[in-house]
């Protein structure tokens, strides 16, 4: 699952109107949200009988939240953003995706030079494939 795929999900299913984007978050606006490959680094797991024979993926991402100079505003909409990710199952591309947070919350990074509060998640995505019935 691509970073593209992910926000286009999160972008369909909440009605997301705001500044959307993937890579690099517009500084400017005051609401906005990006998604990123996480930087955090994971283990790789292998797969007995080799990649021929895996049955899921694995995937973490960073999501950073812009959102206004009101800290109760950035609040609200940081915890919904995280309670509509985390723990999350659902079918894209004949794969059964399910998030986990790496955190219990919302990172809280504060705010920006203007003001602007700021949040980060931290998410890992496990998809796998979907067994066709014979």
């Not at 080799?50 to 993926?57: I, L, M, P, Q, R």
């Not at 995937?59 to 995280?82: P, Q």
Request: proline share 1%; glycine share 6%.
């Amino acid at each position: 699952m691509t970073l593209k795929q992910i926000k286009d999900f999160f972008k369909s299913t909440t009605g997301w109107t705001d500044g959307i984007s993937i890579g690099k978050i517009d500084n400017n606006l005051d609401k906005a949200v990006c998604f990123y490959n996480s930087r955090h680094p994971t283990a790789k797991i292998g797969d007995v009988g080799g990649k021929e024979n895996k049955s899921y993926d694995f995937k973490s991402i960073t999501i950073l939240l812009r959102w206004t100079t009101n800290a109760d505003e950035a609040e609200k909409k940081a915890e919904e953003i995280y309670n509509f990710f985390d723990e999350k199952t659902f079918i894209h591309d004949k794969k059964r995706v399910f998030v986990i947070s790496r955190f219990e919350n919302p990172i809280d990074l504060g705010t920006d030079e203007r003001g602007v509060y700021e949040y980060s998640f931290e998410f890992d995505l496990y998809s796998e494939k979907i067994k066709e019935e014979e």
